[in-house]
């Protein structure tokens, strides 16, 4: 199976760390050390409420949608699992005839894909908040199989951020029109938005996996939702790595339990976090390198040059190489909450070269062992 990184997995609370006896083939090896390559326990192989492995039904509080109500407008992206299209739904929405949606289509309905299909239909019925992209339900009467979401029309927040930076121009009929640059106050807006969705996952016992600006999405007046339709290990397939020989990670963007166990939690999506700042604080620039393997090459994470000092000092607060000492994600929330309200009078001061150690003096050099490709 694939194992690369997925979004939104349903875990457990216990203590995840691997005995030798779970080491499997997928190991790999960190010079005489086997380091196994293991997967997040998910709720649903043992909780009653969630869908079982064995069962390919969906739960009846999952909404179907009639297929005449889908017109397909336009492709907007492709994923492993098959596309994703604009589309107008008729008689979804209370009051509305008919709204722009994005519909994620399965490509292949093996069985293993419909459970896979189901499963996650079941999880995304489960999350509903404002900064978590809204699941209206799904088409099931024929192939392809299909998931309805709300459609956010400025698409995803990492190619959002690149637009609206210092350097970028659109071409507008024919004319070059400049775009306007995002604000501290608007950055710091789109941060806060992004940590309240991740303390309600937190709170739901979900973790992320992948949680990047190419997996936030923006609507209008600057609406920022966590999403991932499954697309960007295609269309930003330079952020992920093999493993392993194998496995497609965004290393760049995860902490070491995750890269080495693969052991997902809270804590890593906070690691993840921190990155996802510094991804804003720069109008989308893709970190060189992970933090962690920063000090190795004497290199470092520069404070972005709009960012606030309080910012990038949550930023080290998330990238502490062991995860008890990370920041929580609801301080995280209530500092970035607090920022936004004082913005722009909090510190500002950008003519600096202010450095990241990350806390690396004591990290053992493990990146080019993992047999990770292209880092």
Not at 13 to 20: A, I, K, Q, V, W
Not at 180 to 197: C, D, K, N, P, R
Not at 290 to 314: A, S
Not at 346 to 373: F, M, V
Request: proline fraction near 6%; hydrophobic fraction near 35%.
């Amino acid at each position: 199976d694939d194992d690369s990184a997925s979004p939104l997995h349903h875990v457990s609370n216990g203590n995840n760390t691997p005995s030798s006896s779970e080491m499997g083939p997928d190991a790999v090896i960190i010079g005489m050390t086997k380091i196994p390559v293991i997967e997040n326990p998910q709720y649903f192989r043992n909780s009653g409420s969630m869908l079982k492995s064995d069962t390919c039904e969906l739960p009846s509080f999952v909404k179907h949608i009639k297929r005449h109500n889908i017109v397909l407008k336009r492709e907007l992206g492709e994923g492993a699992f098959g596309k994703v299209f604009l589309a107008e739904c008729y008689n979804l929405v209370p009051h509305q005839e008919k709204i722009h949606v994005a519909v994620k289509t399965l490509k292949e309905a093996s069985e293993s894909g419909r459970a896979d299909f189901y499963r996650e239909a079941e999880l995304l019925t489960n999350l509903q908040h404002d900064h978590i992209v809204t699941f209206y339900g799904v088409c099931v009467e024929s192939d392809p199989l299909i998931m309805v979401f709300e459609y956010m029309k400025h698409g995803d927040l990492n190619k959002f951020l690149r637009s609206h930076g210092p350097d970028a121009v659109l071409m507008a009929d024919g004319q070059h029109s400049i775009l306007v640059e995002l604000t501290q106050s608007q950055m710091l807006h789109i941060a806060q938005q992004i940590a309240a969705g991740m303390v309600y996952l937190a709170s739901q016992h979900f973790v992320h996996r992948d949680l990047a600006t190419r997996n936030c999405l923006v609507g209008e007046n600057l609406l920022v939702k966590i999403g991932d339709f499954g697309m960007s290990r295609d269309v930003y397939s330079t952020d992920y790595y093999k493993v392993g020989g194998h496995t497609m990670l965004p290393i760049r963007w995860m902490p070491p339990e995750s890269i080495m166990y693969r052991r997902f939690t809270t804590e890593s999506d906070v690691w993840s976090l921190g990155v996802v700042l510094w991804e804003i604080f720069t109008y989308g620039q893709p970190p060189k390198k992970n933090p962690l393997l920063l000090k190795i090459n004497n290199d470092f994470l520069l404070r972005p040059r709009t960012c606030p000092k309080e910012v990038y000092d949550l930023m080290l607060g998330c990238w502490q190489r062991e995860p008890y000492m990370r920041l929580n994600i609801k301080e995280i929330y209530s500092m970035l909450q607090s920022l936004a309200k004082a913005s722009p009078g909090i510190s500002a001061d950008i003519n600096h070269k202010e450095t990241a150690d990350i806390c690396c003096s004591n990290l053992p050099g493990i990146p080019d062992l993992l047999g990770i490709t292209g880092i």
